[in-house]
T-cell receptor
């Protein structure tokens, strides 16, 4: 069974540009969550989607957005990139939304560097 | 709001020895889940162990066990017979029960080194 796939693995962008990251969850999983990991702020929740609907959003500016498609694949977009957006972006997929022992499976992340 | 605190930025253990990683959390909720995740250099977060708050019995997974003290809001991870492959960053995480969310709140992590 394939795991969570995030593409690309590495990305270098210039300040002011925009970027789109992709996450393909485990087959059958309908919940996708995104996290930003930086040395200074640690792991912070960005948003989560379930059945194509955003269910929860973290405390990030509107430059960060996402969506989920009917096949449960998810994308996140960051517009007008800033140096501080350099981070590892992790995606996690779960079978259910908030149902007891449902486990989150993580991808290997996308390392975004803004120069 | 819930918070998770890991007060040990780094820990070191000799191979085959036992090490305990500390985690405390703050919440006003009565039902929740606690997790320990491992993040090796490959960056992929791997679930090590999970604890349901309503269960008094401490969770155990092979060499990994937890000491869950609900009243003290403490959730430590014990790794027995440490192996070189245990070297990684370990994160403690909290998830609410109910509220229609899978959102995880993470601590800042503990970097575990295993000495041969």
């Amino acid at each position: 069974k394939a795991g969570v796939t995030q593409t690309p693995r590495y990305l270098i962008k210039t300040r002011g540009q925009q970027v789109t990251l992709s996450c393909s969850p485990i087959s059958g999983h309908r919940s996708v969550s995104w996290y930003q990991q930086t040395p200074g702020q640690g792991l912070q929740f960005l948003f989560e989607y379930f059945s194509e609907t955003q269910r929860n959003k973290g405390n990030f500016p509107g430059r960060f957005s996402g969506r989920q498609f009917s096949n449960s694949r998810s994308e996140m977009n960051v517009s007008t990139l800033e140096l501080g957006d350099s981070a590892l972006y992790l995606c996690a997929s779960s079978l259910f939304l908030d149902r007891g022992r449902t486990e989150a499976f993580f991808g290997q992340g996308t390392r975004l560097t803004v120069v | 709001a819930q918070t998770v605190t890991q007060s040990q930025p780094e820990m070191s253990v000799q191979e085959a020895e036992t090490v305990t990683l500390s985690c405390t959390y703050d919440t006003s909720e009565s039902d929740y889940y606690l997790f320990w995740y491992k993040q090796p250099p490959s960056r992929q977060m791997i679930l090590v162990i999970r604890q349901e708050a309503y269960k008094q019995q401490n969770a155990t997974e092979n060499r990994f066990s937890v000491n869950f003290q609900k009243a003290a809001k403490s959730f430590s991870l014990k790794i027995s017979d440490s192996q070189l492959g245990d070297a990684a960053m370990y994160f403690c995480a909290y998830r609410s029960e109910g509220g229609a969310t899978n959102k995880l709140i993470f601590g800042t992590g503990t970097l575990l080194a295993v000495q041969p």
